[in-house]
């Protein structure tokens, strides 16, 4: 596991949409940490930055000590849930999650044992033969984290992961997604505009508006004591679950 060190990135998109300005933030090895903010606060703007798929328009991202700001994404050794989960469709479990090591030109004889492991953690053992297109939607989501965790990488960056699936099934993958970080002593970062999944996954949570960070803190820091009157009225939602009886 690696920590990780946005030192003042900002990267900019015309219209001002979704980018970032100035973001500092650091984050501990095998740290939880989640970045909470409404829709186009610049989230998954940072969450590119710190995968390489995004380079920022100034400032540096740091592995470690090492500065990876022009870093290639395949090289960080780091690995990305999407939203969306990215699956090939026209490919069965097995090789959806073989993808990212055959793109590291991984041996071929080591590639069948690496993809059990993954499935393993994700509990799909026995499934490598089944079409993606024949999975339910929590299946599929697991094959994602499968394809992540597949390249074993020392930072998981993960993309509101369990925004498509449903009420029940959400909660439950969220317990098992707490359980294998732990597990796994991996580093985490989690983008949700979701308060509570936030609050019950993560060690520290920075809460964003409009591309800034505008509180870093433990998820008790942050609800219970606002840095600004964004963060209180953006958790006052939350405040108010948490104080009915």
Do not use: W
């Not at 990780?4 to 939880?32: D, M």
């Not at 492991?117 to 939607?137: F, I, N, P």
């Not at 964003?208 to 433990?218: A, F, L, N, P, Y």
């Amino acid at each position: 596991m690696s920590s990780v060190r946005c030192e003042a990135i900002t990267k900019l998109y015309p219209g001002n949409q979704g980018g970032v300005r100035g973001l500092s933030c650091a984050i501990a090895q095998g740290e939880f940490f989640a970045l909470l903010g409404p829709s186009g606060c610049g989230k998954t703007t940072t969450l590119r930055l710190i995968a390489g798929l995004e380079t920022p328009d100034s400032g540096a991202v740091f592995f470690d000590d090492r500065d990876v700001t022009h870093t290639p994404p395949e090289t960080r050794n780091a690995a990305m849930v999407f939203q969306s989960y990215a699956l090939f469709p026209h490919m069965n479990v097995f090789e959806n999650v073989a993808f990212g090591l055959r793109a590291r030109r991984m041996p071929k004889r080591e590639i069948p044992k690496r993809v059990a492991e993954a499935l393993g953690y994700v509990q799909l053992d026995g499934m490598e033969k089944r079409r993606v297109t024949e999975l339910s939607g929590g299946q599929q989501q697991r094959v994602a984290l499968a394809r992540a965790l597949a390249v074993r990488p020392a930072i998981l960056l993960l993309d509101e992961p369990l925004s498509n699936l449903d009420a029940e099934l959400r909660h439950a993958t969220r317990a098992q997604l707490a359980d294998l970080q732990h597990r796994l002593k991996i580093t985490a970062v989690y983008v949700t505009h979701d308060q509570e999944e936030a609050l019950a996954l993560a060690d520290r949570i920075a809460v964003m508006k409009v591309g800034e960070v505008h509180q870093v803190g433990t998820p008790d820091e942050v609800l219970r004591r606002p840095a600004t009157p964004f963060v209180e009225s953006f958790l006052e939602r939350q405040r108010r679950i948490e104080a009915a009886p």
